[in-house]
């Protein structure tokens, strides 16, 4: 096929028409995303802006595919209502003439969206996790600056500074409570500290996958058996075995403060996070064990039987490998519906544009909203819920993982089909 003065026309307006609603569409989800996220983690004006380049990759799956509807139903329809589609007739020419250029972009960018959606978007959703993390740490010396203080009732350490330089806490004070004991009926729950650490300076390291931070003390003393000064408060019970007060220096230290539970993140790399190469490794470990753990739990088990030693036999690891079974066959599903999401997905975009294109020019009006809702609401109650719907199926094992996600396209393909043939044969 020749690309000619109408072809570069159509894909021109089609591009335009394109970019124009991927930038708005993706502008609103983006800010969208992002302010969530803002608000449930208290992300600020620096930590928001350093997230939007991450978040917007992983968004494309979900704009591009509307964006084309939308591109397409705008210009086919314009140009059946101008006429510009009879007078393509007219010349002698067929309507693959208009449409096959948006048919080559349709397919051009899904095969970009099946790249991005197996590396690059992986590798944003990665840096973006990165980024959040790095936003928690800010927000703890956030807090620590402000409130020269930090204590959670389930954090074992209560953290006071006088200031705070950059991450270098200065006259860092560190008081430990102690284990909390059975409350005896009639005496009031201990409220002293069995340590406290008096520092010139201390930084902080965060150990997020151990949740931990390692803190770095300097010029640093401690004294065991920190109770408040003066005689006994009415009601309170003094245990002699208690330690009194010992105290000594320790310098170039570092202690271990265990996370408090609001700032614990699962660090495990989510399959979100994992590139195609990363989920390939992943489902051969389970197909392995799949095909070989049962079978060799079997076949010791026989060989001890045969032997006459039955009681030599792992009945509880053999037992376990027919139990691990199904988790194993879950977790390989997982990453194959992963996979087939991401492509089918990404495919989707040819699918939308091969459905909106006739669809644009049997409505050939210029009110482009009516075609583009036409397509749009059909899409929205059929194709995403088969997506989502066979993301589910395919987990649980019910369907292949490519037949449950590829359902969506094939129903659009077929609407596609029986809406264009009436507009080829006029």
């Given at each position: 096929m020749r690309f000619g003065i109408l072809q570069r026309y159509v894909s021109g307006e089609v591009l335009r028409s394109f970019l124009l609603a991927l930038l708005t569409i993706t502008i609103v989800f983006v800010l969208f995303i992002v302010m969530t996220e803002a608000t449930r983690n208290g992300l600020g004006p620096r930590d928001i802006l350093a997230l939007i380049p991450f978040v917007v990759p992983g968004s494309l799956p979900y704009t591009v595919p509307?964006?084309?509807?939308?591109?397409?139903?705008?210009?086919?329809?314009?140009?059946?209502?101008?006429?510009?589609?009879?007078?393509v007739k007219t010349?002698?020419?067929?309507?693959?003439?208009?449409?096959?250029?948006?048919?080559?972009?349709?397919?051009?960018?899904?095969?970009?969206?099946?790249?991005?959606?197996?590396?690059?978007?992986?590798?944003?959703?990665?840096?973006?996790?990165?980024?959040?993390?790095?936003?928690?740490?800010?927000?703890?010396?956030?807090?620590?600056?402000?409130?020269?203080?930090?204590?959670?009732?389930?954090?074992?350490?209560?953290i006071q500074i006088k200031d705070l330089d950059g991450h270098t806490m200065i006259g860092a004070i560190f008081k430990h409570r102690p284990p909390k004991r059975p409350i005896v009926p009639g005496e009031p729950e201990p409220t002293y500290f069995d340590k406290v650490i008096q520092a010139k300076t201390a930084t902080i390291e965060f150990d997020l996958p151990n949740d931990v931070m390692h803190v770095k003390l300097d010029g640093a003393d401690i004294s065991d058996?920190?109770?408040?000064?003066?005689?006994?408060?009415?009601?309170?019970?003094?245990?002699?075995?208690?330690?009194?007060?010992?105290?000594?220096?320790?310098?170039?230290?570092?202690?271990?403060?265990?996370?408090?539970?609001?700032?614990?993140?699962?660090m495990d790399k989510r399959i979100q996070q994992m590139t195609n190469s990363e989920i390939d490794i992943k489902q051969r470990e389970f197909r392995d064990k799949l095909l070989f753990e049962r079978k060799r739990q079997a076949y010791s088990a026989g060989l001890w039987i045969g032997s006459g030693l039955p009681q030599r036999?792992?009945?509880?690891?053999?037992?376990?490998?027919?139990?691990?079974?199904?988790?194993?066959?879950?977790?390989?599903?997982?990453?194959?519906?992963?996979?087939?999401?991401?492509?089918?997905?990404?495919?989707?975009?040819?699918?939308?544009?091969?459905?909106?294109?006739?669809?644009?020019?049997?409505?050939?009006?210029?009110?482009?909203?009516?075609?583009?809702?036409?397509?749009?609401?059909?899409?929205?109650?059929?194709?995403?819920?088969?997506?989502?719907?066979?993301?589910?199926?395919?987990?649980?094992?019910?369907?292949?993982?490519?037949?449950?996600?590829?359902?969506?396209?094939?129903?659009?393909?077929?609407?596609?089909?029986?809406?264009?043939?009436?507009?080829?044969?006029?």
């Open positions: 509307v964006s084309l509807l939308f591109a397409v139903t705008v210009v086919y329809g314009r140009l059946a209502g101008d006429n510009e589609v009879i007078a010349a002698g020419l067929s309507v693959w003439a208009v449409l096959w250029p948006s048919m080559s972009l349709g397919l051009v960018i899904s095969a970009a969206l099946v790249f991005s959606s197996q590396y690059a978007i992986p590798m944003a959703n990665t840096l973006a996790f990165r980024t959040m993390v790095k936003s928690y740490e800010d927000a703890f010396y956030k807090l620590l600056k402000k409130e020269r203080e930090f204590r959670t009732p389930d954090s074992p350490f209560v058996g920190a109770k408040p000064p003066g005689p006994p408060k009415p009601g309170e019970t003094v245990n002699p075995e208690e330690p009194q007060g010992s105290s000594f220096v320790i310098n170039d230290s570092t202690i271990d403060v265990p996370l408090p539970r609001e700032f614990k993140r699962p036999v792992d009945w509880p690891g053999f037992q376990t490998a027919f139990i691990d079974y199904r988790f194993w066959e879950q977790k390989w599903n997982e990453f194959e519906t992963e996979k087939q999401m991401r492509t089918a997905m990404a495919c989707g975009s040819f699918f939308f544009v091969f459905l909106g294109s006739p669809v644009g020019i049997r409505f050939a009006r210029r009110d482009f909203l009516s075609a583009f809702i036409t397509c749009f609401v059909p899409i929205i109650i059929i194709y995403y819920p088969l997506m989502l719907g066979g993301v589910n199926i395919s987990k649980d094992g019910l369907l292949h993982p490519v037949l449950a996600l590829w359902m969506g396209n094939i129903v659009l393909f077929v609407l596609a089909f029986l809406t264009l043939r009436p507009v080829i044969r006029h």
